[in-house]
Nanobody
Framework: QVQLVESGGGLVQPGGSLRLPCVAS????????MGWYRQAPGKQRELVAA???????NYADAVKGRFTISRDNAKNTVYLQMNSLKPEDTAVYYC??????????????WGQGTQVTVSS
């Protein structure tokens, strides 16, 4: 079984910054794609940013130039650095990790979510 633990959410003023880490642990042989999604009230969950095992990143248009996704493969951790935050970034942010277990089964797991609120 693979578990994800997210942290780093909170209340921040417009223009501020937050960094969200997400740590994967458990029966992991290798971590493949990692990503961050968000869901605002009344809206569908949407991709914010994703990064492959080779380090290639892609971003939603709404966050390009403001958010940066990165990963530490030795720690099975993915980070989302969020700068120049706007009220419309307010949402619950979810981490998603895909990979293979030690017995070579594919896993695709979600974190519990962390609330990010951007407000003055």
């Amino acid at each position: 079984q693979v578990q994800l633990v997210e942290s780093g959410g909170g209340l921040v003023q417009p223009g501020g910054s937050l960094r969200l880490p997400c740590v994967a642990s458990g029966n992991i042989f290798i971590v493949l794609d990692m990503g961050w999604y968000r869901q605002a009230p009344g809206k569908q969950r949407e991709l914010v940013a994703a990064i492959t095992s080779g380090g290639t990143a892609n971003y939603a248009d709404a966050v390009k130039g403001r958010f940066t996704i990165s990963r530490d493969n030795a720690k099975n951790t993915v980070y989302l650095q969020m700068n120049s935050l706007k009220p419309e970034d307010t949402a619950v942010y979810y981490c998603n990790v895909q990979g293979l277990t030690r017995d070579h089964y594919r896993f695709d797991v979600w974190g519990q979510g962390t609330q990010v609120t951007v407000s003055s």
